[in-house]
């Protein structure tokens, strides 16, 4: 009895090691490279001052990051700001909302968004969602 029990024991550590390695390997695969060009695409319309093309390129981009956090909360960023800009203030509400409800703002760290971006996030965010 004394083997068995050792042996379901060290299974279950085996497990429970393995598991976290496993759920790790796969945030950290790469995203599609076809979504990546789109956001790639969507970081220069931003700069280019082209809020209509960007929205355009994250509806279909972010679909691709479902799986892959920091760019999801970068998307949901982006097309909240530019739906702001375009006086869609019912869907930029709709993306920062999505961003506290998926906890994404917990990946901010591992996006690259712009400084000028992450202020005007800062106030659509207070503007929309905490008044």
Same mark, same amino acid.
Request: with cysteine; aromatic share 16%.
């Given at each position: 009895?004394?083997?068995?029990r050792?042996?379901?024991?060290w299974?279950i550590a085996?497990?429970?090691?393995?598991?976290?390695?496993? !759920?790790a390997?796969?945030e950290a695969?790469?995203?599609?490279?076809?979504?990546?060009?789109l !956001?790639?695409?969507a /970081?220069?319309?931003?700069?280019?001052?082209?809020?209509a093309?960007?929205?355009?390129?994250?509806?279909?981009?972010?679909?691709? =990051?479902?799986?892959?956090?920091? /760019?999801? =909360?970068e998307?949901?960023?982006?097309?909240g700001?530019?739906?702001?800009?375009q006086?869609n203030y019912e #869907? &930029? &509400?709709y993306y920062?909302q999505e961003?506290?409800?998926l #906890? !994404?703002?917990?990946?901010d &760290?591992g &996006?690259?968004?712009?400084?000028?971006?992450?202020?005007?996030?800062?106030?659509?965010s207070a #503007? !929309?969602?905490?008044?």
């Amino acid at each position: 009895m004394g083997k068995s029990r050792f042996f379901v024991w060290w299974i279950i550590a085996a497990f429970a090691v393995s598991v976290p390695a496993v !759920l790790a390997a796969q945030e950290a695969d790469p995203a599609d490279p076809f979504y990546e060009s789109l !956001l790639d695409e969507a /970081r220069f319309l931003y700069k280019e001052g082209k809020p209509a093309e960007t929205i355009e390129n994250l509806e279909v981009a972010f679909f691709g =990051f479902l799986d892959h956090p920091g /760019r999801l =909360f970068e998307c949901y960023v982006y097309l909240g700001v530019c739906h702001y800009q375009q006086k869609n203030y019912e #869907k &930029a &509400a709709y993306y920062i909302q999505e961003i506290r409800r998926l #906890k !994404l703002g917990e990946h901010d &760290a591992g &996006a690259a968004l712009p400084e000028g971006l992450a202020a005007k996030y800062a106030e659509v965010s207070a #503007k !929309l969602v905490e008044s």
